[in-house]
């Protein structure tokens, strides 16, 4: 348990860091200043990702622009990295310090009950298909699971593995957006093989994606009814 404290504490603090730098400078300058200086602005977006993760903003915006500023392989890792502290201090927030607000939430949810009985039987599965297939925004779900009885290890690794492929299509997309960028601007001589493969790239990744949730959404809603 103290450990558990620890470590939400430890992330409670780097994201009110985040908040503070945010609040003094805004989204859109903090993104400017990680554009400028990408080659040491690894951590600061990391904590910038976790924090809007904490108090429930959009994360679809922060993981393109992890693709358009960093490239594919470590815009992936960053995001992985961001979004897991994010979903950490979120479930231990939901655990302990704002647990009946989370609680009073849910309640007004109709699939929660459904949702917690099923996480009882079959934990590690249920959070993996949530987030192949999320039926609630992750932002709150991370506090959702925070108070059902999901034990700790399932719900990081589950909710790593599960994020996984979400986050390579929002990067791949920031990747290819920037390519494109460059395209326009006349720095990629347009036709070249590369930009070619990274359009079918991004295609395959839609495709693979768009079954691999279907599929997820539908096993989910099958244990759901159970």
Do not use: C, Q
């Not at 990408?38 to 951590?43: H, I, T």
């Not at 679809?60 to 500023?69: H, M, N, Q």
């Not at 999901?150 to 990747?175: C, E, K, Q």
């Amino acid at each position: 348990m103290r450990t558990r404290i620890l470590l939400a504490s430890g992330l409670i603090l780097l994201s009110a860091a985040a908040a503070a730098v945010l609040a003094k400078y805004g989204l859109g300058t903090v993104l400017a200043w990680i554009a400028a200086w990408r080659g040491v602005a690894s951590v600061p977006f990391v904590l910038v990702y976790a924090f809007a993760a904490v108090v429930l903003l959009p994360d679809s915006l922060l993981t393109i622009a992890a693709g358009a500023l960093f490239g594919l392989l470590r815009g992936l890792v960053l995001v992985s990295i961001g979004s897991m502290l994010g979903a950490a201090a979120a479930f231990f927030l939901g655990r302990s310090l704002v647990r009946n607000w989370v609680h009073r939430r849910a309640e007004r949810w109709p699939t929660f009950h459904a949702l917690d009985r099923a996480i009882a039987r079959h934990g590690f599965w249920i959070v993996f298909l949530t987030r192949l297939s999320p039926i609630i925004p992750y932002g709150l779900l991370n506090y959702t699971f925070g108070i059902t009885t999901v034990r700790v290890r399932d719900y990081l690794l589950a909710s790593w593995i599960g994020m996984l492929p979400g986050t390579l299509l929002y990067v791949y997309a920031g990747t290819a957006a920037a390519n494109l960028t460059e395209v326009i601007s006349g720095h990629t001589p347009v036709g070249e093989p590369g930009d070619i493969l990274l359009w079918v790239g991004l295609v395959a990744t839609i495709t693979v994606i768009a079954l691999v949730t279907y599929f997820a959404r539908r096993e989910l809603e099958r244990e759901l009814r159970l």
